[in-house]
T-cell receptor
Framework: AQSVTQLGSHVSVSEGALVLLRCNYS??????LFWYVQYPNQGLQLLLK??????LVKGINGFEAEFKKSETSFHLTKPSAHMSDAAEYFC???????????FGAGTRLFVKA | GAGVSQSPRYKVAKRGQDVALRCDPI?????LFWYQQALGQGPEFLTY????????KSGLPSDRFFAERPEGSVSTLKIQRTQQEDSAVYLC??????????????FGPGTRLTVT
């Protein structure tokens, strides 16, 4: 069975500091991995995805994530946080030929001035 | 371009009432998903349609929940005899059938249901 674990329900960083949001998954087959962002009262927006190929994936708004099979991780990073990055972030996993997407519980990012 | 739209955005229902939540997917998207997002949680899968066929409804929490997509475009999620535990945001997402982006889901803004 697939599952997603996001370490830390809340993360707080200072503006300009590194953002690191952790995600670990379990999957018995090669996974497709996603990070979504959700702003208040809005739906989820895709930040980036890993399907095949290069394990370092770049997304929108300066975010990137690296798929590490040996660690079953897909951590999200951004070198320098901006106030507008404050939101809820969800890691998700799907798999080849499948249609279900399993979401983590989310990590709320706070950015301090 | 038009994204996924949902209506109503907010719904307050008294316990025991029936509600219907509508989803308009992106035109041409074959796949449609419904999710339930409880406060402070990630979205939980409810059901999946490919065109008009409901291929998986394993996530529907009870037989009070019913979804349909009769013409393969607009979908309705119906909840009968609402209970307080049904209070959540209901998200709809659609996905193209094929191509590089076929695994990316496009989400609507959700319907926030509050059962009093």
């Amino acid at each position: 069975a697939q599952s997603v674990t996001q370490l830390g329900s809340h993360v707080s960083v200072s503006e300009g500091a590194l953002v690191l949001l952790r995600c670990n998954y379990s999957s018995s087959v090669p996974p497709y991995l996603f990070w979504y962002v959700q702003y208040p009262n809005q739906g989820l927006q895709l930040l980036l995805k890993y399907t095949t190929g290069a394990t370092l994936v770049k997304g929108i708004n300066g975010f990137e994530a690296e798929f590490k099979k040996s660690e079953t991780s897909f951590h999200l990073t951004k070198p320098s946080a901006h106030m507008s990055d404050a939101a809820e972030y969800f890691c998700a996993v799907s798999y080849t030929g499948g249609f279900k997407t399993i979401f983590g519980a989310g990590t709320r990012l706070f950015v301090k001035a | 371009g038009a994204g996924v739209s949902q209506s109503p955005r907010y719904k307050v229902a008294k316990r025991g009432q029936d509600v219907a939540l509508r989803c308009d997917p992106i035109s041409g998207h074959v796949s449609l998903f419904w999710y339930q997002q409880a406060l402070g949680q990630g979205p939980e899968f409810l059901t999946y349609f490919q065109n008009e066929a409901q291929l998986d409804k394993s996530g529907l929490p009870s037989d009070r929940f019913f979804a349909e997509r009769p013409e393969g475009s607009v979908s309705t999620l119906k909840i009968q005899r609402t209970q307080q535990e049904d209070s959540a945001v209901y998200l709809c997402a659609s996905r193209p059938a094929m191509g590089r982006d076929s695994y990316e889901q496009y989400f609507g803004p959700g319907t926030r249901l509050t059962v009093t």
